[in-house]
Structures are given as C-alpha cells and as structure tokens.
C-alpha cells in the first residue's frame, strides 16, 4: 500500500500499523466509517468534506448499489479520492523540480 496513503489513513482513522494492503485498509476503513454513520454522522461529513469525495460520485454509487454495506462503499471512495490526492501531488511536484537529480547537485 502506498506510504502516504497508509501515514493518512493512519492519522485521520486510526489504522493500525499491521494493516499493509488496500484491502485490508478498505475493510478497516469500513468498520470506522459505518461507526460514525450510526454515532456521529456529522463527523463524517466533514471528514467526506475535508478529503473532497465527490458528493454527486457518492450520492450515485450509493443509489445504484442499495444492497451493499455504504461503509465499505464510502471507504473505497475515501481511499480512491487519497491516491487521486498523492498522484497530483506528484504530477505537480514533478512539474515544478524539471532537474534530474544530476543537475540538483
């Protein structure tokens, strides 16, 4: 699992160090995420806000899969919006810094 990815999952949700796979954090991610559905909606929200979930995405993948659990849903949305995060991050920083590492010396 990607570092960055693991580090936030680690500060915002509490991700145990143990859990090294995207499966793994999806599940784990679910468990807390349908916790804070049942005990502080609110909180999730902002989290959902915070992280920048698309909310029309959320909305239409939550209509079009009724049956299944919406935290596991909602964990795969937050961690899928996350790697959106690092990549453009990357992009971004790579765009800035054009010199090779033989070049920076």
């Given at each position: 699992?990607?570092?960055?990815?693991?580090?936030?999952?680690?500060?915002?949700?509490?991700?145990?160090?143990?859990?090294?796979?995207?499966?793994?954090?999806?599940?784990?991610?679910?468990?807390?995420?349908?916790?804070?559905?049942?005990?502080?909606?609110?909180?999730?929200?902002?989290?959902?806000?915070?992280?920048?979930?698309?909310?029309t995405k959320l909305k239409?993948?939550?209509?079009?899969?009724?049956?299944?659990?919406?935290?596991?849903?909602?964990?795969?949305?937050?961690?899928?919006?996350?790697?959106?995060?690092?990549?453009?991050?990357?992009?971004f920083s790579k765009k800035?810094?054009?010199?090779?590492?033989?070049?920076?010396?």
């Open positions: 699992m990607n570092q960055q990815l693991q580090y936030y999952l680690q500060q915002t949700f509490g991700l145990p160090d143990k859990v090294d796979s995207r499966p793994q954090a999806e599940i784990f991610l679910a468990v807390q995420v349908n916790e804070l559905i049942k005990n502080d909606f609110n909180q999730l929200v902002q989290i959902l806000y915070r992280i920048d979930v698309n909310e239409q993948v939550l209509n079009n899969n009724p049956n299944q659990d919406a935290g596991k849903i909602i964990a795969a949305l937050i961690i899928e919006r996350q790697l959106q995060k690092i990549k453009s991050r990357q992009e800035n810094n054009p010199l090779s590492d033989e070049e920076k010396w």
